[in-house]
T-cell receptor, first 113, second 114 residues
């Protein structure tokens, strides 16, 4: 079956570093995405990993280990505007060769002063 | 210069009614999607169209019927609305359903069924 797990909520302090973990089980893994979603808004793309290792993009980095079915999103130098939900999504290839994104329930991050 | 737009943003209606949500993208993408985000914030794929052809049709009641008049538009029609249809519906687009490119999401339509 398909399953994506991430913590429901996290709290961190402005200026700190926070790591949001995601574990997944899918039958046809073809990449992992992280999206940011502010309350009442659309998800916006943050990062994409298809090979093992770390992808860095400014204050945000994402790591993938395919053998462990594990990813994390690392946010550095936290700002108040980083308070949002962070969605882990796995691209899965179906039996009919179609690609679809399977989302986790999201981690709500609260950044405090 | 909105990339993916949806109308309406809010939709409040009675059970049993029929309603439509429209989506348009000006990114030149060839693949469009409809997602449903429920109260627990799970974002779940419903349909995907590539060049006006249906390529993903998840287990969705056939009261939901997507229609793609051209590759820049993907509309969603819902018949006989039920209370459980209340959710936020997001349209998205990407270049290539199987490509590496990310999906761009519209602002969402919050549907409330009374």
């Amino acid at each position: 079956g398909q399953n994506i797990d991430q913590p429901t909520e996290m709290t961190a302090t402005e200026g700190a570093i926070v790591q949001i973990n995601c574990t997944y089980q899918t039958s046809g893994f073809n990449g992992l995405f992280w999206y940011q979603q502010h309350a009442g808004e659309a998800p916006t793309f943050l990062s994409y990993n298809v090979l093992d290792g770390l992808e860095e993009k400014g204050r945000f980095s994402s790591f993938l280990s395919r053998s462990k079915g594990y990813s994390y999103l690392l946010l550095k130098e936290l700002q108040m505007k980083d308070s949002a939900s962070y969605l882990c999504a796995v691209r899965d290839i179906g039996e009919d060769s179609s690609y679809k994104l399977i989302f986790g329930s999201g981690t709500r991050l609260l950044v405090r002063p | 210069d909105t990339a993916v737009s949806q109308t309406p943003k809010y939709l409040v209606t009675q059970m049993g009614n029929d309603k439509s949500i429209k989506c348009e993208q000006n990114l030149g993408h060839d693949t469009m999607y409809w997602y449903k985000q429920d109260s627990k914030k799970f974002l779940k794929i419903m349909f995907s169209y590539n060049n006006k052809e249906l390529i993903i049709n998840e287990t969705v009641p056939n009261r939901f019927s997507p229609k793609s008049p051209d590759k820049a538009h993907l509309n969603l029609h819902i018949n006989s609305l039920e209370l459980g249809d209340s959710a936020v519906y997001f349209c998205a687009s990407s270049q290539g359903g199987g490509a590496l490119n990310e999906q761009f999401f519209g602002p969402g339509t919050r549907l409330t069924v009374l």
